[in-house]
């Protein structure tokens, strides 16, 4: 078995409201930054081990599904790199 850390990165898709990220946004441009959009996400590091990366990315992909993601109103991304 390898040690490995999976990212999953978990957005609002596109069209469904995001309050945070649009606060962020009119405080940002209050500041004086010149803004096009802006989304926030929310990233989970889980440290794991499996037989291969692939079969990392798949728990990760999983527990996306299962738990740390919605797939009905949110995407996600999953990364993984060896420890």
């Known amino acids: 078995m390898t040690a490995y850390t999976a990212t999953v990165t978990v957005r609002l898709k596109h069209g469904v409201l995001d309050p945070e ?4 946004k ?9 803004l096009e959009g802006l989304r926030s996400a929310d990233r ?3 440290d794991l081990e499996a ?3 692939d079969a990392a990315r798949e728990r990760a992909d ?9 797939p009905t109103i949110h995407d996600y991304d999953v990364e993984v790199d060896e420890r």
């Open 21 to 24: 990220a649009e606060t962020t």
């Open 26 to 34: 009119q405080a940002l441009e209050r500041l004086g930054f010149d």
């Open 44 to 46: 989970f590091e889980v």
């Open 51 to 53: 037989e291969s990366v």
């Open 62 to 70: 999983e527990m996306a599904e299962r738990l740390l993601a919605n």
